[in-house]
């Protein structure tokens, strides 16, 4: 692990086998952080949070641009650990290493950035005005789906805006986690600023409950989500949370048709359905839905499964074997109760073939939990009032997307969906570093990403300066 600029073993001796999804091999054992090591990591980053967050824009700049250079460099060894740890398939592996450094490059930008204000008072001679300061130890908790993107997107606004951090990579990706800390520790980044703790829910609870941690970042499960709102409230800490999603992709009845099996089909099927934002659920107008339906299970049925070593494969493992077990859960639950599979609703190991369903009721699991796989449900809208309600009737609201050239339908949709997030003529999966992401509802609280990073990491402090001598009543 990676504390105070020293690379280390854990001090209890504790170590896990790090899992290549594809092949179900260990390849490596990482190091899992004690009470001690976390203890060590927590105290680096506060020595080193005076020190960092003095350090002048310029310099603090140079720093994120030298290491989005360097992150960049290491293109291709991130690209092949990030398949061989996540099972990430060859289009998105890259993807995510050039959203690092996207990333890197946009918090650095953003340095300059956290703008205090100047008010006019009621009291004479009274100049007044608010500063923003870093807020100290940010603990970060992040998940296995995207491991470096998702993990930079934590640690390079909390480094923009002059905190210092604490990573807790997800323990089915430690070691991403741990190569970020060793990119940055070549681009000069100052000991305690970033520490990398991997192990598994205790040494996020560690992290939680240290009043020296100011600011918790999460993302992952609406259920451990939950818990963590309540922990951070217990402990009066500031909280961001990015959960899980049930989002819709909705088709209107003027929609291009193989425009709308295309999007709708990367949203489900990228990644093998292990994005947050994936359109789990596909709302077609009564007037297109058949059509739709047999155009997109056709599409569903052309998708390689596979290597994801391979150029050609779109839909690679899932992280676990039992994430397949889980999802066929659903799916027979689903069955059982009228549902109909009309492709897919197989899996062999980790890899879980295309699967489409349709006859999905809000009596079966899979209408309203997250699956986190290569699979979605079809449902037929009478009408638009129809297909917004069918959007609006789950817990999650992340993203969402309609399909439509209709622009008044368009952006009537964009006001009365409740998500956090909605794009019109394309698919739900978006994520640029320097835009307000985020969810309502069970999928978000606080928002992440350029401005919104900025303003969650730091604190509002109210100046005043009395010019000349106030007058005191007595
Ligand atoms: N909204 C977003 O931006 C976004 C992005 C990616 C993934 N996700 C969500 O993440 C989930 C998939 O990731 P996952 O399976 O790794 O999620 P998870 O919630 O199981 O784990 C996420 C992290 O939380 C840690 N953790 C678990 N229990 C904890 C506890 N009690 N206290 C502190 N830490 C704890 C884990 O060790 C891990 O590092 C999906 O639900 C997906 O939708 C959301
Ligand atoms: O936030 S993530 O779920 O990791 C994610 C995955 C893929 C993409 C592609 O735009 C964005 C975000």
Redesign the pocket.
Known sequence: MYINGRWCLSSAGLVADDVNPATGAVFAQVAQASAEDVNAAIAAAHAARTGWAAMLAGEREALLLRAADLFAAHRDALRDLIIQENGSVWIKAPWEVDYAVDCLRSAAGCIRQPHGETFPTTTPGVVSMTIRQPLGVIGG??????PLL?GMKKVAFALAAGNTFVL??????PLVGLKMAEIFEQAGLPPGVLNVVP???????L??SDERVRM?T????????R??AA?CGRHFKRVC?????KSPTVVLQDADLDYAVDAAAFGIFFHQG?????NSRIIVEKPLYEAFCEKFVAKARTIRVGDPRSPETVVGPL?RESQAHFIMGQIEDAVGQGASVLTGGTHEGPYFQPTVLTGVTPAMRIYGE?S?GPVTSIYCADDFDHAVHLANDTSFG?SSAVVTNDLQRAFEFAHRVESGMVHINDTTIA?EPHIT???VKN??LGR?GGEASMHEMTEVKWVTFQLGKRQFPF
């Open positions: 908790i992040s998940p296995f789906n995207s998702l807790k990579p997800s323990e089915l990706t192990g598994d829910a205790e040494v996020g609870r992290l939680v918790i999460f993302t992952g499960s609406s259920k451990v989500g818990v963590l922990e949370l990015e959960m899980g999603g292990q994005v947050c934002m994936s992280v997250e986190f992340l994520d992401f985020g969810g999928s978000g992440e």
